[in-house]
């Protein structure tokens, strides 16, 4: 089958910095992906080349298999909420209807029910909105528009905890009545966990490490104990932050533990704790890409 | 064909800047004038006739610029068709091109509506002798002052060439920000520049004088058509690359 979203080679350079250098990666049809790095570290701009606002210097990027650049074909079948949308000076429902004539899957009752969860008024005017209700405006237009490829890049960013759990809720119900291709660019990365069945980590504008979900779950341990006992543990394994303090050791051991490991930890008394995504992702972002690939294998 | 309808739509989902802005200023405009030359009074002349010394109204010269304020604001409505609602056009998986075909779309329609209006207030402007007052407000010599249906087409194709060429000032706005909008004007007035160079030393200016004098408004009508025909191939080369 063909992959919703299939990117080779991609590269972007701005005036000598290189925003995307090589990337390649691949996210299958109905599936929610994660898009996690840090702070310019080139997600935005990988997800304004996927929707044909920008252009590649090299490379190729595919949507169901053809260029999405100038492509309406393929574009129609795409929506892209971004965190710093402009809009024209209109009124939330000025927005709304302009997305619905555009999207064919667009879904008016999704959009009204949406609209009441976040409490956005559809009287209002967009430049009015707190940075938060437009986040969720965005949100709205995302979903209602029932496109089959989704990008969101932070789309929740001003969003309080309890429109944030809406979001999480009401995405994964659209999800399963009408899946469709979900990539989302995040910071929150503990909090939307649960969400992502796949993983893209990208760095300094290169893939660093691509994964499903679960199968991160359990790949990197932080163990901390004694120094002698934590050198003992670690003897022949990857490993990736190396801290001490006096006599005590912790470090982040990578690669699945099974039943003798942790026995051998518990005679040598270390304590082990899995990492979390979050934690794995920065951990991932602060290793040279090579270690990684051993890792996401 | 769909897309370039809904991109039209688009900029009228708040219909009161497009559509009635540029009519209130109009009619402000006129509203001023008005009262003013109601103000003037009118100068006559002495005729002797076989009736006696009869006192002749002169020909009024009653001209207002105010016209010009609905040609700005098609130049106006045109750059701002491009600065905040391109972005949000093409987040919704539109093309540039259908952007950019379907705002032309926009424009001609909108030229079309106003032409056809103004059209109608130069009719009535001449039928109630300028409106009471002898102003000739809807009427430009040489430029608008003939037959109805040579007023509507040279308004209609004068206001979409304002609206063209907005547009390109839209789009190279959003490409290289303020500083290429200046190089944008700088470029235009030195293309004139040279052409104006270019003229003087072929000893050529009566020959351009002649040309426009010779030129019927039809004909001027004609030439502007064919530059806004050149703005508007000049928007979409430049809207082609645009980022977002």
Do not use: C
């Amino acid at each position: 089958m063909t992959p919703a979203i299939s990117v080779t080679g991609l590269t972007r350079q701005y005036h000598g910095h290189l925003a995307l250098d090589q990337v390649s990666l691949e996210v299958e049809a109905g599936s929610i992906t994660g898009l996690l790095g840090r702070n310019g570290a080139g997600k935005t701009t990988l997800l304004r080349i996927l929707a044909g606002q920008e252009f590649p210097s090299d490379g190729r990027v595919l949507i169901h298999g053809a260029p999405p650049a100038e492509n309406e074909a393929v574009l129609r079948r795409l929506v892209f909420v971004r965190e710093d949308q402009v809009y024209p000076d209109f009124k939330v429902r000025h927005a709304l209807r302009v997305a619905s004539w555009l999207y064919p899957h667009w879904s008016p009752e999704l959009a009204d029910g949406l609209l009441a969860d976040f409490e956005l008024p559809p009287g209002r005017a967009i430049k009015k909105l707190s940075r938060g209700m437009r986040s969720a405006l965005g949100i709205v237009i995302g979903m209602a528009a029932r496109a089959d490829v989704t990008l969101f890049d932070e789309p929740y960013a001003g969003l309080d905890a309890v429109a944030r759990q809406i979001f999480y809720d009401r995405l994964l119900a659209e999800y399963a009545e009408h899946p469709r291709t979900i990539l989302l660019s995040t910071h929150l990365i503990d909090e939307a966990a649960g969400l992502l069945e796949r993983v893209i980590v990208i760095d300094h504008g290169r893939v660093v490490l691509t994964a499903g979900a679960d199968d991160l779950r359990g790949v990197a341990t932080a163990v901390s104990g004694s120094v002698l006992a934590v050198d003992e543990f670690t003897a022949g394994r990857v490993v990736w932050d190396r801290r001490r303090v006096a006599s005590q050791a912790s470090v982040v051991v990578v690669g699945a533990l099974d039943e003798a490991d942790r026995a051998k930890a518990r005679s040598l008394r270390l304590e082990l704790a899995p990492l979390t995504l979050q934690q794995l992702v920065v951990h991932a972002a602060a290793q040279p890409a090579d270690t990684l690939e051993r890792t996401s294998a | 064909m769909r897309t370039w309808r809904d991109i039209a739509r688009y900029h009228l989902v708040v219909p009161w800047l497009p559509a009635a802005l540029p009519w209130a200023a109009l009619a402000l405009s006129f509203v001023v004038n008005l009262v003013i030359f109601s103000l003037v009074p009118t100068s006559y002349h002495e005729v002797l006739t076989s009736h006696g010394l009869v006192r002749v109204a002169n020909p009024s010269n009653n001209y207002t610029g105010g016209l010009a304020t609905i040609y700005v604001f098609l130049l106006v409505i045109g750059i701002n068709s491009i600065g905040r609602s391109l972005p949000f056009g093409l987040a919704l998986g539109v093309s540039r091109r259908s952007f950019y075909t379907g705002t032309a779309l926009f424009g001609v329609v909108l030229a079309f509506i106003d032409g056809t209006l103004l059209t109608a207030l130069q009719a009535i402007e001449r039928a109630t002798g300028g409106w009471g007052v002898r102003m000739h407000f809807f009427e430009v010599p040489y430029i608008l002052d003939g037959p109805w249906y040579l007023t509507w087409l040279t308004s209609f194709v004068a206001l979409a060439l304002l609206f063209v060429w907005g547009m390109w000032f839209g789009i190279v706005y959003r490409r290289w920000n303020l500083f290429g909008s200046v190089a944008f004007i700088a470029v235009q007035v030195t293309v004139l520049l040279v052409a104006a160079l270019i003229v003087s030393w072929a000893d050529a200016w009566p020959g351009v004088g002649h040309f426009f004098a010779g030129l019927t408004a039809a004909g001027l009508t004609g030439v502007l058509a064919a530059l806004a025909a050149l703005l508007l191939a000049g928007g979409q080369a430049t809207i082609r690359r645009a980022t977002v």
